[in-house]
């Protein structure tokens, strides 16, 4: 006779009723529609309510680093390709950027990284085996400037929450923004979430391995200011950062 416990149920699926994202129509140029054909079916996983085999879709065991919202992907790239021995995540919703990321995938020829192209929350419930990520990175999200649209802003309790889950021990969040007000509900929403610690006082330095994005560069210029957050979770098991 088996007396072995039953698998734990999976978890009940909630996908919040006020979106952080707006789908926009956008053109997929002649180079990103072939890296979608020709890349697409190595490095696009497909979404689906069971949890991801990590080993088994890297073919190896590494440190794990989700991006959340990575845009057209050339900081995305960037970081891949100057860290090899960390396998990484991308999740996007817009299809411009995910054909823009396979094509860079191809021109690196890059080895360590996944598309997901799906709403980041269902992902993090579903696909990201708890306590499972070395890090995760939130840069540059939709500010949703007017104050009605505040409730569509990512970085909110729950959400975090959710994040924090699927943090092995020791590992980071690292959110950036370029909207103070932002800014600050981020350092308040990080700063009073279970399980997380701010790495500084306040609002961290930039990291020298996160790249410039070609808006944040042009914003900086202008005086625009940038705000980087790092905050670890609560328990080290030594270094995961890229």
């Known amino acids: 006779m088996d007396d072995t416990n039953p698998p734990p149920p999976p978890p009940t699926p909630h996908r919040a009723a006020i979106r952080s994202f707006v789908l926009r129509a956008g053109r997929i140029g002649p180079g ?3 890296a979608l054909k020709a890349l697409g079916p190595r490095f696009l996983l497909p979404f689906a309510p069971q949890p991801l085999d990590l080993d088994a879709t890297f073919g190896r065991s590494a440190p794990r680093v989700l991006e959340i919202g990575f845009g057209m992907g050339d900081a995305t790239a960037q970081v891949a390709a100057a860290t090899p021995g960390t396998d990484f995540i991308g999740i996007e919703v817009h299809a411009p950027g995910v054909g823009a ?4 995938i191809g021109e690196l020829g890059l080895t360590n990284l996944r598309i997901v192209q799906h709403d980041a929350v269902p992902v993090l419930e579903w696909m990201i085996p708890p306590h499972s990520l070395a890090g995760v990175h939130l840069w540059f999200p939709d500010p949703w400037h007017k104050k ?9 309790p729950a959400f975090v929450a959710l994040v924090v889950s699927r943090l092995a021990p020791g590992g980071y969040l690292h959110c950036a923004t370029d909207w103070q007000p932002y800014a600050e509900q981020m350092l ?3 700063s009073g979430a279970p399980g997380l610690a701010n790495t500084a006082a ?25 705000w980087d957050l790092v905050f670890s979770a609560s328990t080290p098991a030594g270094p995961c950062r890229p």
């Open 202 to 226: 306040g609002y961290a330095p930039r990291p020298a391995w996160r790249p410039l994005t070609k808006f944040e560069s042009r914003g900086l210029k202008l005086g625009h200011g940038v």
């Open 32 to 34: 990103q529609q072939r």
């Open 101 to 104: 990321l396979l094509k860079r």
């Open 188 to 190: 308040d929403v990080l």
């Open 148 to 156: 009605k649209h505040h409730k569509r802003r990512l970085v909110q």
